[in-house]
T-cell receptor, first 109, second 116 residues
């Protein structure tokens, strides 16, 4: 069973659209959650941590549902520069982090 | 903004040879990691390192692999007797603060390892 699962997409959305990604995790003991973005052949870059109460950073909103074991990322007013692969990352305990396979987003002019 | 640096950016090696991938983590960070990403696949955890010893490792990190912090700044990944399937992008990452607190990691821009 995969630790972290994501819909690989691709999601193709017009500029200005709102798009949401979900990610599920299997281990109920998971402690910390993050969204990273990865551009083609580049390193993952932290987009935002995900807090229990949900959090927002500009056009990006992250939410955590511990009961259902999923986290979500909402992107409002999509920009061309948002085109990337979005990685869900979960820390179960200690210092081992599990990555999802990523969800591909393309924002179309 | 401080960053994690990795060298070389691309390493080409004959199968069976040993390679050493180098990383300089962010200076005040305490936890160091190696990940690999085979082309088109997900990022996979290899090992984490704290206080000069391995704190966690995955099933991938077998006897072929070793890590070392030879001085106060470098963090290296050694792969012995390389195989074709070791071809991947290898990312180093570092994070600050406490074990188990799940501090986000900062990634270097990777070393692309190609085994011929």
């Amino acid at each position: 069973r995969k630790e972290v699962e994501q819909d690989p997409g691709p999601f193709n959305v017009p500029e200005g659209a709102t798009v949401a990604f979900n990610c599920t995790y299997s281990n109920s003991a998971s402690q910390s959650f993050f969204w990273y973005r990865q551009d083609c052949r580049k390193e993952p870059k932290l987009l935002m941590s995900v807090y229990s109460s949900g959090n927002e950073d500009g056009r990006f909103t992250a939410q955590l549902n511990r009961a259902s074991q999923y986290i979500s990322l909402l992107i409002r007013d999509s920009k061309l520069s948002d085109s990337a692969t979005y990685l869900c990352v979960v820390n179960v305990a200690g210092n081992q982090f599990y990555f999802g396979t990523g969800t591909s987003l393309t924002v179309i002019p | 903004e401080p960053e994690v640096t990795q060298t070389p950016s691309h390493q080409v090696t004959q199968m069976g040879q040993e390679v050493i991938l180098r990383c300089v983590p962010i200076s005040n960070h305490l936890y160091f990691y190696w990940y690999r990403q085979i082309l088109g696949q997900k990022v996979e955890f290899l090992v984490s390192f704290y206080n000069n010893e391995i704190s966690e490792k995955s099933e991938i990190f077998d006897d072929q692999f070793s890590v070392e912090r030879p001085d106060g700044s470098n963090f290296t990944l050694k792969i012995r007797s390389t195989k074709l399937e070791d071809s991947a992008m290898y990312f180093c990452a570092s994070s600050e603060a406490l074990r188990g607190s799940g501090q986000p990691q900062h990634f270097g821009d990777g070393t692309r390892l190609s085994i011929l």
